[in-house]
């Protein structure tokens, strides 16, 4: 269900607003890789997480840019 949410509010967003998102969610899996390398990270599934949702953000992006052609 809180996926649903998430991709719900992804579509309503520009894709200027994706992109930035885009940027943060990659900015935030490289900190996490690194901690996760200097034995930091307690919560590893959050890697898992993060990669699926930059997943999601750059699938909206395709779909926007396809339907804007």
């Not at 992109?19 to 969610?25: H, R």
């Not at 490289?30 to 993060?50: G, P, S």
Request: proline share 0%; no cysteine; glycine share 2%.
């Amino acid at each position: 269900m809180k996926t649903k949410g998430y991709v719900k509010d992804l579509r309503a967003k520009s894709i200027d607003e994706l992109n930035k998102d885009l940027v943060s969610a990659k900015k935030e899996l490289f900190n996490l890789r690194f901690q996760n390398a200097t034995n930091q990270l307690d919560n590893t599934a959050r890697i898992k997480e993060v990669r699926k949702n930059i997943a999601r953000i750059q699938t909206v992006i395709t779909q926007n840019q396809r339907t804007a052609e």
